[in-house]
């Protein structure tokens, strides 16, 4: 069972960049699809990109497409999450995910293994 550790995240004004990392544990970290989702307070949690096993493939949300880049290093057991051209919409709590798979899905119910989660707050 792989257990998943967030950290980067922070206060910044809007056009800034962070980078997110996630450091995993417990499993065979190649063997999982890796994601990115993010829950602003009273909204529900929704996909921002996910990452391929191998890292050969990402896919991301439309409202990050461009700005926002997931990669990986099997040899860390690490996922990164570059964000940069930030906005204030982009402010949320922001979480890692693991899925057994090959298939990257959007739903939050489809991936198994959660992170605690890191803030990211965006000025205007």
């Known amino acids: 069972q792989v257990q998943l550790v967030e950290s980067g995240g922070g206060l910044v004004q809007a056009g800034a960049s962070l980078r997110l990392s996630c450091a995993a544990s417990?499993?065979?970290?190649?063997?999982?699809?890796m994601g990115w989702f993010r829950q602003a307070p009273g909204k529900e949690r929704e996909f921002v990109g996910a990452?391929?096993?191998?890292?050969?493939?990402?896919t991301y949300a439309d409202s990050v497409k461009g700005r926002f880049t997931i990669s990986r290093d099997n040899a860390k057991n690490t996922v990164y999450l570059q964000m940069n051209g930030l906005k204030p919409e982009d402010t949320a709590a922001y979480y890692c995910?693991?899925?057994?798979?090959?298939?990257?899905?959007?739903?939050?119910?489809?991936?198994?293994?959660w992170g605690q989660g890191t803030q990211v707050t965006v000025s205007s």
């Open positions: 990452i391929s096993r191998s890292g050969l493939r990402t």
């Open positions: 995910a693991a899925r057994d798979s090959t298939i990257m899905i959007t739903v939050p119910r489809a991936w198994g293994y």
């Open positions: 417990g499993g065979t970290f190649s063997s999982y699809a």
